[in-house]
């Protein structure tokens, strides 16, 4: 690995690759022996690794775990995007790592990038394609979203024949949308209403606001609320299958992101069920750990947080306020 710092990592952000580590090679085994081409998009592949805040220790970031994933040959097409002043340096620093793999690193906003890099890759579509979407807040566009759904569509020849889109795995930034639509609406900015109306691809996201402004719900519904219209809109806008949505909390047992999975794939569907069942029961102790970590001695066990988790368990999205 090459030797330049990485950015310094929550554990959460562990748990959230751990589960991407977990769901790649099983992405490309449920496609073995049927295909021979599999893409990964990365729209926010960040510097290739970073370092653990619990142990110090560099671990690789999604751009590499991508790489390293050794199941029916691995991905063969590896497009990640990453702000100019970066891109540079992480195709450089891959394609010195991993000479003979097929990467490419777009510089600038991957919102406006994701277009050239979909059509430049139009000839295999048909392909197996996941995409990572991990911005660090409210830097994630609907229109990504929607260009990504529609990439695949048309590539079986035979109509009325089933079409898988491309798989997603987004971070949807819940700490930042709640801090951004602030309770106290002299505070919430046309560009903050902006910035929620380009997430969502709508403003659907006003009738939770003024719920939560008019003290009709309490804070934690309104954060369901906005993590459900997200889910709400993958399915009845996109026409993905199914969603999931997992929840990360910091060590204080504040919400920082969900983790939203948007599939049409049974196989998908089951397998990041399991790896966010796996995640919710691994996660007490991890976070206890990191705690401990934090203070420099071994806290008597969730001492003084209540870290109930409800482990995880798949719900259906509903249909959102108007
Ligand atoms: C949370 S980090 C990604 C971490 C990465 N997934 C990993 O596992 O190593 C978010 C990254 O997105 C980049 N970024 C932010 N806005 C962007 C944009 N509009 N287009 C492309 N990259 C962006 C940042 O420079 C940062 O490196």
Redesign the pocket.
């Given at each position: 690995m090459s030797g330049q710092a990485?950015?310094s990592w929550g554990y959460w952000?562990e748990v959230?690759?751990a589960i991407?580590q977990g769901y790649l090679p099983a992405f490309l085994r449920a496609s073995k022996g049927k295909v021979n081409k599999f893409v990964y998009l990365?729209?926010?592949?960040?510097?290739?690794?970073?370092i653990s805040r619990v142990t110090g220790q560099s671990f690789p970031?999604?751009?590499r775990?991508a790489l390293d994933v050794d199941v029916a040959g691995g991905f063969t097409k590896l497009r990640y995007?990453?702000?100019e002043e970066?891109a540079q340096e992480l195709e450089q620093r891959l394609r010195s790592d991993y000479p003979d793999r097929d990467i490419k690193v777009y510089g600038?906003?991957?919102?406006e990038?994701i277009a050239t890099a979909l059509s430049e890759l139009r000839s295999v579509r048909w392909a197996p394609t996941f995409a990572?979407l991990?911005?660090?807040g409210m830097?994630l566009a609907w229109e990504t979203l929607k260009l990504l759904a529609a990439h695949k569509i048309g590539y079986k020849k035979r109509p009325g024949s089933a079409e898988y889109k491309v798989e997603i795995w987004l971070?949807f930034p819940t700490q930042g949308l709640i801090r951004m639509l602030a309770l106290d609406p002299s505070k919430v900015m046309p560009p903050h209403e902006n910035a929620a109306t380009r997430l969502f691809g709508s403003d659907a996201w006003r009738p939770i606001y003024e719920r939560r402004r008019n003290n009709k719900c309490t804070a934690a519904d309104a954060k369901e609320e906005y993590v459900n219209l997200m889910r709400w809109r993958l399915i009845k806008e996109l026409h993905y299958a199914k969603t999931h949505a997992f929840e990360l909390k910091n060590t204080r047992g504040g919400t920082v992101y969900h983790m939203i999975f948007a599939t049409d794939n049974a196989a998908g569907d089951r397998i990041m069920g399991d790896l966010y069942r796996s995640a919710a029961k691994a996660i007490p102790e991890m976070r206890q750990e990191a705690r401990d970590r934090q203070r420099g001695q071994p806290a008597l066990p969730f001492d003084d947080v209540d870290f109930a988790d409800a482990g995880y368990q798949y719900e259906p999205p509903w249909q959102p306020p108007e």
């Open positions: 990485g950015r952000t959230k690759l991407l990365d729209a926010f592949a960040g510097e290739g690794h970073g970031g999604s751009a775990i995007f990453e702000k970066k600038g906003d991957c919102n990038t990572f991990d911005p660090d830097e971070l």
